[in-house]
C-alpha cells in the first residue's frame, strides 16, 4: 500500500506545480457534504499559498455545464469529487484541468487524481475530499485539514463498509490523529449524539429500523425510563454526551436485546455499534464536533442551492453562516423524514433483478438518493438494489443504491446506470454500490425494463 501512496503523492505534486504556476484558478465542486469539504480543503489551501481562486459548485458536472465553463476560458480548473467521467468532453473542450476525484473514470488525462487509478476503490478506500486532501498537502501543510476529508468520507458512507474506515481513509485518519484534529471511538451509531436527546436517537432510527421504537416518541421515553437510570423529567433531554459510560453501555445492552427479541438478524443488530470519528477542534455539543453529524448539515445546505453557506461552515464561520446551516438542517431532516413516509405509504414495485418508487414531485431530486438509501431498512427486499424516479427540470432523475452484498455477485451500478442512460440519451454514473443518472421523462419505463435486464446480467456473472 505505501508504494501505491509515494505514486499517488508523486502525481499530486504534478499537479500542484502546475497549479503554483496559475495567478487564479477557478474551482468547480460538487453539491454534497463530500464535495463541500473538498472545496472547503483546497479553498484553505490556496488561500494559504496566495493563489487567486473562485470557486462554482454543480449538482452534476453535464455537457451544458462544461460547455459554460469552456466559454469563461479561465486559466486552469481544479474539479473536485467530480470530473473523472467527463474527461472526453473537457478535453474535447480544451479545458486546461487537474482532477481530485473518486468517481470511476473514463478518459485520459494528465493532471488525474483519483483512488481507481492506483489500485484503490474510491467507493469505500478515498473519498472526493480524501483525494483534494492529499492534493492539498503537495500545495503546502495542510494536514490540519483531515478532519474535513473524513467528514466527506462519511458524508459519503465510506465507513460503512467495515464498520470503520479503510484503506487511503485509513491512513488520512491517522495522519488527522497525529495532527491533533481528529480521534475515533467505538460507539453507537445512531445520528445526534452530539446535539439531540437521546429518546430522540431512537426516535429517528433508521439503520437499523428499531421496530416499535422508531417513529415513536413515547415508546422511546419509556424505553428509556424502563431502565431505571434518570430519564424523568428534565433528564429526558439529555444528550448522549451528557450521560456516563455505564449508562451508554446500559442503553446499548438493552437495545440489542430488544432487536433480538423483535426478531432483527443479527447483520443489523451489529450496525447499532461502529466507529466514530470525532474533530477535536471543535466545541462539545455541536454539529462539526461528530462527522456524521457535520456532513449532515452541510449535506442540508448544499443540497438546497445553498453550497455558499456550507462552504463558509467548512471555511470555519461559527456565526452567521452557522445559524443559517442549523435552519436549512431543520428542514433537511423533516424532508428525510417525510420522503421515507413517503415511501412507506406508496410502497415499491418489484421486478426481477430490482426493486423501484416513483416519488414524481414528492420528494427532491437533490435528496431522492439520499431517502432511496434509508428506505431499504424500512421497506422492500433488502436482496434487491433499489432505484428512485423523481421529477427533475431537465428530465427525471434517477438514483440507485445497492448493498455490498450485491456488489460481491456482480452489481456494478455506476456501469449498469451509465450504459442504460446512455441508450436514451442521458448521462449518468457514480460508484458500484451508488450511482445516478437523468433521463428524458419520456424514457421512464423503457429505461427501468432495461435496467432490469443490465443488472440480471451482472448479477448472473
Ligand atoms: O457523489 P457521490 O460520491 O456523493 O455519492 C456517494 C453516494 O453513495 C452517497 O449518497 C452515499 O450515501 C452513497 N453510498 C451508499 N452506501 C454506501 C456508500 C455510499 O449509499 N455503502
Ligand atoms: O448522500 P448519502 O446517501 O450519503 O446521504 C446520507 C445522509 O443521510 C448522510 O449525510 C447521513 O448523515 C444522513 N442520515 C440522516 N439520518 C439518518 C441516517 C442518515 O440524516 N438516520
Ligand atoms: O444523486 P445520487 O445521490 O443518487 O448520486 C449517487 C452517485 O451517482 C453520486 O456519486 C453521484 O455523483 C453520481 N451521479 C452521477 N451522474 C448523475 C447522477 C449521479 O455520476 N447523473
Ligand atoms: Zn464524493
Redesign the pocket.
Known amino acids: 500500500m505505501l508504494e501505491r501512496i509515494q505514486e499517488i503523492r508523486s502525481k499530486a505534486r504534478e499537479c500542484s506545480s502546475i497549479i503554483k504556476a496559475q495567478v487564479s484558478v477557478y474551482v468547480v465542486s460538487?453539491i454534497?457534504a463530500?464535495g463541500l469539504t473538498s472545496a472547503g480543503i483546497i479553498c484553505k489551501a490556496l488561500e494559504r499559498e496566495g493563489i487567486e481562486h473562485s470557486i462554482h459548485f454543480v449538482k452534476q458536472l453535464d455537457e451544458v455545464e462544461i460547455e459554460s465553463i469552456a466559454n469563461l476560458n479561465p486559466e486552469l480548473v481544479i474539479f473536485t469529487?467530480l470530473g473523472s467521467g467527463m474527461i472526453d468532453s473537457l478535453n474535447s473542450h480544451g479545458i486546461n484541468a487537474v482532477i481530485a476525484d473518486?468517481?470511476q473514470p473514463r478518459g485520459e488525462l494528465d493532471y488525474h487524481l483519483n483512488p481507481h487509478l492506483y489500485g484503490f476503490n474510491g467507493?469505500?478506500e478515498l473519498s472526493?475530499s480524501g483525494m483534494t486532501y492529499i492534493l492539498a498537502n503537495a500545495l503546502g501543510d495542510n494536514k490540519d485539514l483531515a478532519d474535513l476529508a473524513i467528514v466527506g468520507a462519511v458524508g459519503?458512507?465510506?465507513h460503512?463498509?467495515k464498520g470503520h474506515l479503510t484503506g487511503l481513509n485509513r491512513y488520512i485518519l491517522e495522519e488527522g490523529a497525529q495532527a491533533g484534529v481528529l480521534s475515533f471511538e467505538k460507539d453507537i451509531m445512531l445520528f445526534g449524539k452530539q446535539t439531540r436527546p437521546v429518546f430522540k436517537l431512537l426516535q429517528y432510527a433508521s439503520d437499523p429500523y428499531l421496530p416499535g421504537l422508531t417513529g415513536n416518541e413515547d415508546a422511546c421515553i419509556g424505553f428509556l425510563h424502563d431502565l431505571g437510570m434518570q430519564f424523568g423529567g428534565d433528564e429526558r433531554w439529555r444528550r448522549w454526551i451528557d450521560i456516563e459510560q455505564m449508562d451508554k453501555q446500559k442503553i446499548v445492552s438493552a437495545l440489542v436485546q430488544y432487536c433480538l427479541r423483535a426478531g432483527l438478524p443479527p447483520y443489523k443488530i451489529e450496525r447499532l455499534i461502529g466507529e466514530v470519528y470525532l474533530l477535536t477542534n471543535e466545541k462539545e455539543g455541536t454539529e462539526m464536533r461528530d462527522a456524521s453529524e457535520y456532513s449532515t448539515l452541510l449535506n442540508a445546505t448544499a443540497r438546497y442551492g445553498h453550497a455558499d453557506i456550507g462552504l463558509a461552515v467548512c471555511m470555519g464561520d461559527r456565526g452567521e453562516a452557522y445559524e443559517s446551516a442549523k435552519k436549512l438542517l431543520s428542514e433537511h431532516r423533516q424532508n428525510l423524514v417525510n420522503g421515507l413516509m413517503f415511501v412507506k405509504k406508496q410502497g415499491v414495485t418489484q421486478l426481477d433483478n430490482l426493486q423501484y418508487f416513483d416519488a414524481g414531485s414528492s420528494i427532491l431530486e437533490t435528496i431522492v438518493?439520499?431517502i432511496a438509501?434509508m428506505s431499504t431498512s424500512v421497506i422492500g427486499n433488502r436482496n434487491l438494489p433499489i432505484i428512485a424516479f423523481a421529477d427533475a427540470k431537465d428530465g427525471v432523475k434517477v438514483s440507485a443504491?445497492g448493498t455490498q452484498d450485491l456488489i460481491r455477485r456482480g452489481l456494478n451500478l455506476s456501469e449498469a446506470m451509465s450504459m442504460t442512460a446512455a441508450e436514451f440519451d442521458g448521462a449518468g454514473g457514480?460508484?458500484d454500490?451508488?450511482a445516478g443518472a437523468t433521463i428524458p421523462e419520456s424514457a421512464k419505463e423503457e429505461f427501468i425494463m432495461k435496467l432490469d435486464a443490465v443488472i440480471g446480467k451482472q448479477l448472473k456473472k
Open positions: 460538487h454534497d463530500d469529487d473518486h468517481h467507493s469505500y472526493g459519503d458512507l465510506q460503512l463498509k438518493g439520499i438509501g443504491r457514480g460508484h454500490i451508488a
